[in-house]
T-cell receptor, first 114, second 114 residues
Framework: GQQLNQSPQSMFIQEGEDVSMNCTSSSIFNTWLWYKQDPGEGPVLLIALYKAGELTSNGRLTAQFGITRKDSFLNISASIPSDVGIYFCAGQLHSGAGSYQLTFGKGTKLSVIP | DSGVTQTPKHLITATGQRVTLRCSPRSGDLSVYWYQQSLDQGLQFLIQYYNGEERAKGNILERFSAQQFPDLHSELNLSSLELGDSALYFC?????????????FGNGTRLTVT
């Protein structure tokens, strides 16, 4: 099946710093999604990207769908303590019968030092 | 709150037993997905239903089965449980299985097999 390589695996940053994480794949995806998961909760959708080259912002978050359709990045500007959590990228691909499967990266664990 | 409801929140059972996990999708969503999340494997896609019919299968064991009922709620049945089945099980829903229909996750059921 498709594999997504998400990096970094974890990161510790100072409050106020900017953060960047990315996902790469050997496969082409039709859609890239970024989710955040807090402890004890399910992943929450942050940003959805539908076109190659698309750059989308959601508050302090910015994500881009790579031109090759094989990668995506997520930037968080001016981090705050509540940004702590695990960030997942996910690529969506047509899996036949009008259905699209979502493959997840292994996550980037973000810790913010006040 | 994503609108996806999963019950129970926690489940502790013994090896060899059978359990049923329940999911109610967001209002208006016709497609339901089940994912397994373990520490070392990330989020693994198990199975997808759309309007009561199975649409896609992922890495779902033969000991596991699922169904989506006419009222669109879904159940995931896990039988002959093994220690390695201990994990978080997430349900997600979307309006349809299409590409512009992102998944929204519930808060999961934590299964512990002893």
């Amino acid at each position: 099946g498709q594999q997504l390589n998400q990096s970094p695996q974890s990161m510790f940053i100072q409050e106020g710093e900017d953060v960047s994480m990315n996902c790469t794949s050997s496969s082409i995806f039709n859609t890239w999604l970024w989710y955040k998961q807090d402890p004890g909760e399910g992943p929450v959708l942050l940003i959805a990207l539908y076109k190659a080259g698309e750059l989308t912002s959601n508050g302090r978050l910015t994500a881009q769908f790579g031109i090759t359709r094989k990668d995506s990045f997520l930037n968080i500007s001016a981090s705050i303590p509540s940004d702590v959590g695990i960030y997942f990228c996910a690529g969506q691909l047509h899996s036949g019968a009008g259905s699209y499967q979502l493959t997840f990266g292994k996550g980037t664990k973000l810790s913010v030092i006040p | 709150d994503s609108g996806v409801t999963q019950t129970p929140k926690h489940l502790i059972t013994a090896t060899g037993q059978r359990v049923t996990l329940r999911c109610s999708p967001r209002s208006g969503d016709l497609s339901v997905y089940w994912y397994q999340q373990s520490l070392d494997q990330g989020l693994q896609f198990l199975i997808q239903y759309y309007n009561g019919e199975e649409r896609a299968k992922g890495n779902i064991l033969e000991r596991f089965s699922a169904q989506q009922f006419p009222d669109l709620h879904s159940e995931l049945n896990l039988s002959s449980l093994e220690l390695g089945d201990s994990a978080l099980y997430f349900c997600a829903s979307s309006v349809d299985p299409g590409i512009n229909s992102p998944l929204h996750f519930g808060n999961g059921t934590r299964l512990t097999v002893t």
